[in-house]
């Protein structure tokens, strides 16, 4: 097995250093990984050399687990470029944002039918994916990891928004 733990996911994968991605050539090479790495084609060699190819397995699944998902993705090239998300620390969004969010929660407070929620869905996967296009931008086209940072802040919380839309859904089909 000829993988380098000290590799980024990108390089584990063999996959260029950019957001825009394949998401079936991601699902390819981890399912190649993880026949390379299978703990039972080391069983020949000993519970060590299994131990490490469990430890491989792990660390292949964490490598998948980012790269396949956009949010967690353009997280991690920010990391990787120096603008580390810090969600927690910083919420610092801009204002236009945050008057969005608030006309979207107010919204989301006054459906009352499945109609008015698949409205409002609709402009949260506009926005989803207009953000989304900035991201790609900020990390691939004009490298701006910390701009891309802030985009990617926002959809943050336009997926928790999505969660709180698809609950809503729910609750009215009951």
């Known amino acids: 097995m000829n993988l380098n733990l000290q590799s980024n996911d990108f390089e584990l994968f063999g996959l260029p250093q950019r957001f825009g991605q394949d998401r079936a050539a991601i699902d390819a090479r981890w399912k190649e990984l993880q026949r390379e790495a299978h703990p039972d084609r080391f069983a020949a060699q000993g519970a060590a050399a299994q131990r490490v190819a469990m430890q491989w397995s ?99 919380f336009i997926e928790r928004f999505d969660r709180d839309v698809q609950a809503r859904f729910e609750q009215l089909g009951q």
């Open 58 to 156: 792990v660390r292949i699944n964490e490598a998948y687990q980012r790269l396949k998902d956009p949010l967690k993705r353009a997280a991690y090239l920010c990391e990787l470029g120096g603008a580390p998300i810090n969600a927690e620390n910083n919420t610092a969004m801009p204002a236009e944002f945050l008057i969005e969010q608030m006309e979207w929660r107010e919204a989301l407070d006054q459906a009352a039918c499945e109609t008015d929620l698949e409205a409002l869905d609709e402009q949260m996967n506009r926005s989803r994916r207009e953000t989304l296009q900035q991201i790609e931008q900020l990390l691939d086209e004009d490298p701006d990891p910390a701009a891309a940072a802030q985009q990617v802040r926002g959809l943050m």
